[in-house]
């Protein structure tokens, strides 16, 4: 498990420069993808800093891990060597497993001024407030930095995050008692725990695309399978961002800014090792991202 250290933005331009041939052109209107690059790389950065620091604290993880994995999709859509895109989501991932890890604890801090002095200096500290927030590192994300891993094709981290995964009151409050069910069926099914699986499956009615996919892994059943990942991948394009406008004036440009889907790979790869294939084709389930071996199957 290699961590990813300071990026060194120039250099990393520079291979995209010497001769990288994109796998989808559009991503470089008006400079678009070098902007995105340029600006993931310093969040990146000074998270990375500061969870080096004194006040290092969840968040810093969050960030990286969500700075590190639209980097991946970004240098994916430019035309990156392959090893470049797992690089960083193996990065994301690992710094999920941290998140993840330090869900809980006292991870929000609020600075305050002190107003009373007669010339108070700019930004002088008075007293920090500390409080707890979990929603950093939920179920949803872990799965999700789980998924990063395995793409990356590293296995041992994926099962580090699964096994690090918690639900809290926060998650049956949002998602609902069948939806913390389905996250521990997908959890037990990257731990290679089948038959647990089976059992959180059974206690809801799977008929959402998540729950369809989750039952068809379980029973190896390559039809339902794909009729899950079907209806997801509806769901995903009509729930993702998908273009935005550029800055051109009298004939503007429309830019895609969703290139892959990340849950729709991450399921394939998990369905994978329980010897099912992808049976369709969809423009964010890019085939070559999952081309690489993913170890025996569950």
């Known amino acids: ?7 060194d933005a120039d250099a990393e331009i520079a291979i995209f420069m010497n001769g990288c041939v994109p796998r989808y052109p559009e991503v470089l209107t008006e400079g678009y993808g070098i902007k995105q690059l340029r600006g ?3 969040g990146y950065n000074e998270s990375y800093r500061f969870s080096q620091s004194e006040l290092a604290y969840q968040g810093n993880f969050s960030f990286m891990a969500r700075d590190a994995m639209r980097i991946a999709e970004i240098e994916f859509a430019m035309g990156y060597p392959l090893d470049r895109v797992q690089c960083y989501l193996r990065a994301s991932a690992v710094a999920m497993l941290t998140c993840v890890r ?3 604890t006292v991870d929000t801090v609020e600075f305050t001024t002190e107003a009373a002095r007669n010339e108070p200096l700019p930004g ?3 007293h920090a407030i500390a409080s707890v927030d979990v929603s950093m590192g939920a179920p949803t994300q872990a799965l999700i930095g789980a998924y990063c891993a395995l793409l990356g094709n590293d296995y041992d981290l994926a099962l580090r995050i699964a096994r690090s995964i918690c639900f809290e009151q926060y998650d049956y409050d949002g998602i609902g008692v069948n939806g913390v069910a389905e996250k521990k069926g997908y959890v037990s099914l990257i731990l290679g725990e089948v038959e647990k699986a089976q059992q959180f499956a ?4 799977a ?10 892994i379980c029973a190896r059943d390559q039809s339902l399978f794909t009729a899950g990942l079907t209806s997801l991948l509806k769901e995903i394009e009509r729930d993702a ?3 935005i406008r550029t800055s051109r004036k009298e004939k503007p440009a ?3 800014t969703t290139y892959w889907s990340l849950e729709g790979l991450g399921v394939v790869a998990l369905a994978m090792k329980y010897d099912l294939k992808l049976m369709l084709e969809h423009p964010y389930l890019p085939r070559e991202v999952l081309s690489t071996e993913r170890g025996a199957s569950a």
């Open 1 to 7: 498990m290699v961590e990813v250290g300071i990026i």
């Open 254 to 256: 429309y830019v895609p």
């Open 40 to 42: 993931r790389f310093h």
């Open 241 to 243: 961002p998908v273009r």
């Open 102 to 104: 330090l869900r809980g």
């Open 202 to 205: 059974s206690q809801f009615n």
């Open 207 to 216: 008929t959402s695309a998540r729950g369809k996919i989750l039952s068809a």
């Open 124 to 126: 002088h500290l008075m």
